[in-house]
């Protein structure tokens, strides 16, 4: 298993042709306290760059954009009782989704972690 970053601070653990898809640790610190996580629906597909799903936080409503391009498989459903678990184990516990990769390749136009610390320091 792999994981990329987006400049959007998405990240993306891959594992052959599937995906797994959250915020960064940076991107929750930036938006505080997360208070409500809108999820995609299961089967819709998006192309990378566009907005998959919603986060707000007490001070803000943040977007969250696809890294690759694909279909969502399944979506973390204890985010929608505690969304919290974003701040608490973004990298973890918190994931947004699963999703099928429909071009690999892509995964090539994402960060690994040694560019993605350059980008947010």
């Given at each position: 298993?792999?994981?990329?970053?987006?400049?959007?601070?998405?990240?993306?653990?891959?594992?052959?042709?599937?995906?797994?898809?959250?915020?960064?640790q940076h991107a929750?610190?930036?938006?505080?306290?997360?208070?409500?996580?809108?999820?995609?629906?299961?089967?819709?597909?998006?192309?990378?760059?566009?907005?998959?799903?919603?986060?707000?936080?007490?001070?803000?409503?943040a977007d969250v954009?696809?890294?690759?391009?694909?279909?969502?498989?399944?979506?973390?459903?204890?985010?929608?009782?505690?969304?919290s678990l974003v701040?608490?184990?973004?990298?973890?516990?918190?994931?947004?989704?699963?999703?099928?990769?429909?071009?690999?390749?892509?995964?090539?136009?994402?960060?690994?972690?040694?560019?993605?610390?350059?980008?947010?320091?």
């Amino acid at each position: 298993m792999s994981r990329k970053y987006s400049q959007e601070h998405q990240w993306i653990q891959t594992n052959d042709a599937d995906g797994i898809v959250g915020i960064t640790q940076h991107a929750q610190n930036t938006l505080g306290d997360i208070v409500f996580v809108e999820l995609p629906k299961i089967g819709n597909i998006f192309k990378q760059g566009e907005v998959v799903c919603v986060v707000e936080s007490v001070k803000t409503a943040a977007d969250v954009f696809m890294p690759v391009s694909g279909e969502i498989t399944e979506v973390n459903i204890a985010l929608i009782e505690d969304p919290s678990l974003v701040n608490s184990d973004p990298m973890g516990a918190g994931w947004f989704f699963k999703v099928k990769l429909a071009d690999k390749a892509q995964l090539d136009s994402l960060m690994d972690e040694t560019s993605y610390n350059k980008l947010i320091d």
